[in-house]
């Protein structure tokens, strides 16, 4: 025997072939071991003090080893001793089916269970079974039955919570998961087993109310509960709520809150009002809530921190957070939209009198937004100049084969009589098609050169990512795509005029090959092209939510 020291249990030689057996869902193999040690059935097997019924539920595929071992406990005060166990952490198996998604386990040990007294107990840390699955969000149907089955709602059609419930800090991490805005799932959620062996595979149904109200309303229905509360609790609950929701852009959260209390304008963050966090965090969705606004946007835009004496196109002149950063492809799309989001604040939002209004540093927005975007202009002219300058040696050299081509064409020129000098094949159909194309790649790919010259030689001021730059780099590209194509044109219809009077056949094969080039290039760099464009000259992200005003 083993002795451990900690918290006085003693561990068994057996307990590493329970470990292995019910890792391999192998429960003909442990249940030996339980009929001559049945104390096992309940008792922690390893250091972390978890019991089998924890490891087999935690491991999501030990399904049959779960069932079986909760089959095996007919007393119910072991029942309740298996639900009751805890880890060196606190967790309980509820907890593990939690964390890891483990539905169909859940529903089980839910099944065995006084009501539902074990989703709400709490680890060490104070976390229930229920704030994991809306923390962890791994699967959206264990929340909203772990939801329903605790009595969120009073009654399963009504939608009023229940305030053991709403006290507990359970809506940030519900949002974050994206339980309040994604559509309910259906009334029966159906979960797979994951056997080893195939035969042993099997289904449960989870049964919800058919005619329970949907997410979205459930949120609606704390805010009219917390209406009837004090404010100051409300407040309280809402505070982290409405923070989560501007990080991740969940405007539809927070116009609700804003709806039900008014006052949530003027929530506070780290420095932030509530609009100030959403052009900090560059959360367009939240910022754009300010145009539904008819009475607060004027005293929201004129607000300056007493502490740096920044406003909020201070703010809007900061670099992006990283991860909002990158919702943009290459640095000079980014900072094309660092500038977008500076001159929206500079003319939609802020007050002219603070356009030149200086912090505490003595530096104006103007200022800020050049500083902190001095290492993004440099990422920016180095991508760019890269980008060009790799699509002008491919420009280049579609210019000097198609300048050279109409000078040697397929078949060459006839030599004597009245027609010398004349191509050879100047009467066909695919002569007049290669000359067209060609004459169409020349000037396209000299467009491109000149394009991609123009950016290697900008000067790369910060207004010139806004139109300037990616305008040049649009019609570089769309020339170097089309000069690309109406090379390979050219080229397919010189090989049939050469061939057609030995190979018949080869026109269709031409043109197979002949797009496969094109395609490439257009599915490697028409994206680039799309969000240049969209970007650049597509729909404003500033504009109005297409929902009720605020008031």
């Known amino acids: ?78 029942i ?45 840390a104070g976390e229930t079974p229920l704030l994991y699955a809306a923390w962890l969000g791994r699967k959206k149907e264990m929340l909203e039955y772990l939801f329903y089955k605790t009595g969120v709602y009073d009654s399963p059609t009504s939608g009023i919570p229940n305030e053991s419930l709403i006290r507990g800090d359970l809506l940030t991490p519900a ?23 195939a035969q042993n595979e099997e289904s449960i149904d989870v049964e919800l109310p058919d005619d329970r109200c949907t997410s979205k309303e459930w949120f609606k229905n704390i805010l009219l509960y917390l209406e009837k509360r004090n404010q100051d609790v409300a407040w309280t609950i809402l505070g982290s709520t409405i923070a989560e929701a501007v990080n991740c852009g969940n405007y539809e959260v927070i116009e609700e809150c804003i709806i039900a209390y008014p006052s949530t304008i003027w929530a506070t963050f780290p420095g932030f009002y509530l609009f100030h966090s959403a052009i900090h965090q560059r959360q367009e969705r939240v910022y754009n809530l300010v145009y539904q606004m008819t009475n607060y946007k004027a005293f929201v835009a004129s607000y300056v921190d007493p502490d740096t004496n920044e406003n909020a196109l201070h703010i809007a002149a900061k670099l992006a957070p990283s991860h909002r950063l990158n919702t943009t492809t290459g640095a000079a799309l980014q900072m094309q939209r660092e500038l977008q989001w500076f001159n929206e604040i500079k003319n939609n939002f802020i007050e002219p009198a603070y356009i030149e ?123 170097l795509f089309l000069s690309l194509a109406a090379t390979m044109v050219a080229f397919g219809a010189t090989l049939s005029l050469v061939l057609q009077d030995k190979v018949t056949w080869i026109a269709v094969p031409l043109v197979i090959i002949t797009s496969i080039p094109v395609a490439l290039y257009a599915g490697l760099q028409f994206p680039l092209l799309i969000e240049l464009f969209y970007n650049t000259y597509g729909p404003s992200i500033f504009h109005r939510q297409h929902r009720r005003m605020i008031h």
């Open 1 to 78: 025997m083993i002795t451990s020291t900690d918290h006085h249990y003693v561990f068994q030689d057996t307990d590493l072939e329970i470990y292995k057996a019910l890792l391999r869902n192998d429960w003909n193999s442990a249940n030996k071991i339980f009929e001559e040690h049945p104390e096992l059935r309940t008792k922690p097997i390893n250091r972390r003090l978890e019991t089998p019924l924890m490891i087999a539920v935690g491991t999501n595929c030990s399904h049959r080893f779960v069932r079986m071992l909760v089959s095996s406990l007919r007393d119910d005060n072991l």
């Open 80 to 124: 309740w001793d298996a639900l009751h166990a805890r880890n060196c952490e606190g967790d309980t198996a509820l907890h593990y089916a939690a964390k890891v998604g483990n539905l169909w386990d859940a529903t089980l040990l839910m099944s065995h269970s006084s009501g539902a007294e074990i989703a709400l107990l709490t680890n060490d």
């Open 175 to 197: 949002i974050d998961a994206g339980f309040v805005v994604l559509p309910v799932p259906k009334s029966k959620i159906t979960g797979m087993t994951n056997q080893l062996d």
């Open 357 to 479: 209004e200086v912090n505490v540093k003595g530096k104006t927005p103007r200022m800020v937004f050049t500083e902190e975007h001095e290492n993004l202009l440099k990422e920016g002219q180095k991508w760019m100049k890269g980008t060009a300058s790799s699509s002008t040696v491919v420009a280049a050299l579609i210019v000097t084969v198609a300048f050279a081509a109409a000078f040697t064409v397929p078949g060459g020129n006839k030599s004597d009589g009245k027609d010398e000098g004349k191509p050879v094949y100047l009467d066909k159909g695919s002569f007049m098609l290669f000359i067209i194309s060609d004459a169409i790649a020349l000037f396209s790919s000299v467009t491109s050169v000149l394009m991609f010259l123009g950016i290697l030689t900008s000067r790369y001021a910060e207004g010139d990512f806004l139109y300037a730059l990616p305008k040049k780099m649009m019609i570089g590209l769309l020339s």
